[in-house]
């Protein structure tokens, strides 16, 4: 047999509806609660019938990073504009005691607002129902607490084995950085020119590689002409390392014998195809003859070098540009190119690290270049190659290798 509607106490199911549970009005001010919301509030009826909630419960004014009456309002803001429920995530919401006024008890709630429409449908109360959850909160934290001293005892011995792990390869590190020194010391030795002849190398390796990499220099003095020449084989390390010290050593006794620099690296891509990890090498090699005062010069895929002449103009030597080392499928002449130059000009030759940057046009990198020889032409082969690497290098270190040779002709 069915219950009628009026012979139903809702006042009685109100008081027994599971959890706490109060009716707002559309103006957020109490109209009833049921007995576990004022229990567990600790706030009596009258205290709440009649006042507005967040004058009941304001945020701890001693926490700058309390938000439960903030995120409150915002859910019941929704509710009595969609006329629909929101189910809030758990809110941390700290209560002031009433017995020891200016003191907050630290609390967690986990609420839902629900509308009560009218028969046109607009919302006429809202039904905020809370969970408690402090209690179980703090339980949860007391059971992490025990977890956390055995996790911060495991962490204590791992992080001593960690840090011997960290000291033996510091100490091979510092084995290898010196063995890697040594290596490129000998790869890469500052010219031994006649006197008359000004010039300046430099190279910096990349961030976070070995101090040795594929970019390599070389100057050979062929009487009363020049060699001039740079590279840059793919890759860091002690194997790319080895790879420059051959085809290094290889164009340099190449240039002695060539009749010029295109030759020479004809004679060096034919080599190339017997090394390997030579694939994709590029290099440029200058012949400087003093008596015509003429460049020749010829390019394998590399940035060309840059004449800095003495009225401040900058010429880039890039009229004879072929692939790269082996990027060939069967051997072809290079090109040659022939530039003039007056006494008191200064030749550059440089290696990408120097240039190029990442998500950037070459362009870019070769005006900024163009931009800092122009500034320091004043200086000699050794400023200017230090001006250039102050300019040119990003100050956190850069992401390539960089060789670089500077020379007053």
């Known amino acids: 047999?069915?219950?009628?509607?009026?012979?139903?106490?809702?006042?009685?199911?109100?008081?027994?509806?599971?959890?706490?549970?109060?009716?707002?009005?559309?103006?957020?001010v109490y109209a009833d609660a049921n007995d576990d919301f004022v229990t567990n509030s600790q706030r009596p009826l009258e205290t709440l019938i009649g006042r507005?909630?967040?004058?009941?419960?304001?945020?701890?004014?001693?926490?700058?990073?309390a938000s439960g009456a903030r995120n409150l309002d915002a859910s019941l803001r929704r509710v009595l504009a969609s006329g629909e429920r929101?189910?809030?995530?758990?809110?941390?919401?700290?209560?002031?005691?009433?017995?020891?006024p200016g003191e907050w008890d630290e609390r967690y709630w986990s609420p839902i607002n629900a509308p009560v429409l009218d028969?046109?449908?607009?919302?006429?109360?809202?039904?905020?129902?809370?969970?408690?959850?402090?209690?179980?909160?703090?339980?949860?934290?007391?059971?992490?607490?025990?977890?956390?001293?055995?996790?911060?005892?495991?962490?204590y011995t791992r992080s001593r084995e960690l840090q011997e792990v960290?000291?033996?390869?510091?100490?091979?590190?510092?084995?290898?950085?010196?063995?890697?020194?040594?290596?490129?010391?000998?790869?890469l030795p500052a010219p031994r020119l006649t006197d008359h002849h000004q010039s300046a190398v430099r190279y910096r390796p990349a961030v976070g590689a070995l101090n040795v990499c594929g970019d390599w220099y070389d100057l050979v003095e062929l009487g009363e002409r020049m060699a001039v020449a740079v590279g840059d084989v793919v890759g860091h390390g002690l194997a790319a390392a080895g790879v420059m010290g051959q085809l290094r050593s290889a164009l340099s006794a190449a240039s002695r014998v060539a009749t010029g620099p295109a030759q020479g690296l004809e004679v060096l891509g034919l080599y190339a195809r017997a090394v390997e990890g030579a694939e994709s090498t590029t290099a440029v090699s200058v012949h400087i003859d003093w008596n015509t005062q003429t460049l020749t010069y010829s390019?394998?895929?590399?940035?060309?070098?840059?004449?800095?002449?003495?009225?401040?103009?900058?010429?880039?030597?890039d009229e004879a540009t072929d692939p790269p080392l082996g990027a060939r499928p069967e051997h072809q002449p290079r090109l040659e190119a022939e530039l003039a130059?007056?006494?008191?000009?200064?030749?550059?030759?440089y290696t990408d690290g120097l240039i190029e940057r990442r998500h950037e046009d070459i362009t870019t990198g070769l005006q900024r270049l163009v931009t800092s020889l122009t500034a320091h032409r004043a200086l000699g082969p050794d400023g200017l190659a230090d001006a250039l690497l102050l300019d040119l290098l990003p100050a956190v270190g850069a992401t390539d290798d960089t060789a670089l040779v500077v020379l007053r002709l």
């Open 86 to 100: 929101d189910t809030m995530a758990l809110q941390r919401y700290d209560v002031e005691s009433l017995e020891h």
């Open 341 to 349: 130059f007056t006494e008191g000009d200064t030749l550059v030759l």
């Open 52 to 65: 507005n909630v967040f004058e009941v419960f304001p945020d701890n004014p001693n926490d700058p990073a």
């Open 166 to 187: 960290n000291e033996r390869l510091r100490q091979a590190h510092a084995r290898e950085r010196e063995v890697a020194l040594t290596l490129q010391d000998a790869m």
């Open 1 to 28: 047999m069915g219950v009628s509607g009026p012979d139903i106490d809702y006042r009685a199911v109100f008081q027994a509806l599971p959890g706490m549970v109060a009716l707002l009005t559309p103006e957020l």
């Open 119 to 155: 028969a046109d449908g607009r919302v006429v109360l809202l039904v905020h129902r809370v969970e408690e959850v402090t209690e179980l909160i703090r339980a949860r934290g007391r059971a992490q607490g025990d977890r956390a001293r055995v996790l911060e005892a495991e962490l």
């Open 299 to 317: 390019s394998a895929g590399h940035p060309p070098p840059a004449l800095l002449r003495t009225d401040g103009t900058v010429v880039f030597l």
